[in-house]
């Protein structure tokens, strides 16, 4: 039987299952706290209240109430009492978290129609771990940095299971960009792309949070690299991290500009707009090309979630080149997940790849600090201003003694 330990910070004892012994390898509930004998007053101070930043009674999280494309509607902010980790579960204290498109998705409940409100938003988070459970304590120890791709992140503090969390150097946004944005670039490419040295690449809106990495995946792999964009200072990124050709789409005839520049058509097209674009995507296809579907964000704040596509045509115009649609959606690869992330930590550690987070410091109303900004945020994103991935700081670092 596990030993149970509890510490007293001032309001209630928190009861955690096991303690910190640090590992070297690298998704909650409520339960009611029983009062219990303090076993080594000293051991459980440390393992639950690390550096002295005392752990609360309660803390805030958003919660999906009803089913909506609108986050606004959708979404609400709760107070709730902290979650306690099970056995093999981390309790991590969140300092950033990502904004996704299909954060909106999951509001109107299209990715499980079994599972019914309320339940958490959120899909990704990063921070330091303040307690977890005796099977956990193998791997990690309170202090840790982590991050993780799972429901609830949207939260002050989140229980993730230890198995699911991805160890990081530091509590920096930049680690958040990789675990769903840099992933699905990745992987898609990887798996569905075949890309070959000298191929021509489209993406679209490749300064967004995905975008950016399929635009340095293809020039790693020897491509030539298309991408579409709103605004000059994204042109400018865009030309940063290697893209051969930025489109101002706002400035130029998307059509005509890739009729123009490249009769011969585009051999791979990683598309997340989908609609009138998916339609151009697919006449722009050359002999044997690829296209990737891995969203179509223009129709995600409509009723359907789907934009309106033209494909009567489809399958004539993919036999006359014989070219394919290849969909990729990220829980449906994570075998692979592993390795990408992986691959991708030794390409920062090498400084080889760019990681542009946007924490809407150029917004209205400033950056995106604490939770209730996250609806600021999917605005913010959904109106196409964001420039790279779109990042919220749940909570600023502790001050007392921090490392971070």
């Known amino acids: 039987m596990s030993t149970l330990l509890l510490v007293r910070n001032g309001r209630r004892a928190v009861s955690l299952t096991g303690l910190g012994r640090r590992g070297t390898d690298a998704l909650s509930g409520v339960h009611p706290v029983a009062r219990r004998s303090i076993i080594d007053l000293s051991y459980s ?24 494309p609108n986050f606004r509607e959708a979404v609400s902010t709760q107070t709730v009492a902290i979650p ?4 093999a579960e981390l309790l991590v204290r969140n300092r950033f978290a990502g904004v ?11 990715y499980d129609p079994s599972v019914k409100p309320p339940f958490d938003a959120g899909f990704e988070g990063i921070g330091e771990v303040v307690g977890l459970g005796l099977s956990a304590s193998s791997s990690y120890t309170v202090g840790d940095t982590v991050a993780y791709f799972g429901s609830g992140a949207f939260a002050e503090y989140t229980v993730v299971p230890a198995k699911e969390s ?12 990789l675990l769903v944005s840099g992933a699905t670039a990745y992987i898609a490419l990887k798996r569905l792309g075949d890309l ?26 020897g491509c030539h690299v298309i991408g579409t964009c709103s605004t ?10 290697g893209c ?7 400035q130029e005839d998307l059509a005509k500009t890739l009729r123009k520049e490249y009769p011969q058509g585009v051999d791979v097209v990683y598309e997340s707009v989908g609609g009138s674009v998916l339609d151009l995507a697919v ?47 990220l829980p449906h690869f994570l075998s692979d997940y592993k390795e990408a992330l992986g691959s991708m930590m030794k390409m920062i550690a090498k400084g080889k790849l760019v990681c542009e987070v946007d924490c809407g410091d150029m917004s209205e109303e400033g950056r995106f600090v604490g939770l209730e900004s996250v609806f600021r945020a999917v605005d913010y994103m959904y109106a196409g201003k964001n420039l790279g991935k779109v990042v919220v700081e749940v909570a600023p670092p502790p001050v007392s003694n921090s490392k971070l």
Do not use: C
């Open 45 to 68: 101070a440390h393992f639950m209240d690390f550096q002295g930043s005392s752990i609360p009674s309660s803390m805030k999280k958003l919660v999906v109430n009803k089913l909506s």
């Open 84 to 87: 306690t980790p099970g056995d």
């Open 100 to 110: 996704n498109a299909s954060d909106i998705n999951y509001t109107a409940g299209r």
């Open 166 to 177: 991805v160890p990081v150097p530091a509590v920096k946004p930049e680690f958040l960009t």
């Open 196 to 221: 070959t040295k000298g191929e021509t690449v489209l993406v679209t809106a490749a300064a967004g949070g995905t975008g950016q990495f399929a635009v340095q995946f293809a020039k790693q792999a």
């Open 232 to 241: 000059n200072e994204k042109a400018g990124f865009l030309k940063s991290i």
């Open 244 to 250: 051969d050709r930025p489109i101002n789409y706002t």
């Open 283 to 329: 006449n722009s296809l050359t002999t044997k090309g690829r296209l990737i579907v891995i969203g179509f964000i223009s129709g995600y704040q409509t009723a359907s979630g789907i934009p309106h596509f033209k494909g009567g045509t489809l399958p004539v115009k993919l036999l006359q080149k014989s070219a394919s649609i290849r969909g990729f959606f």
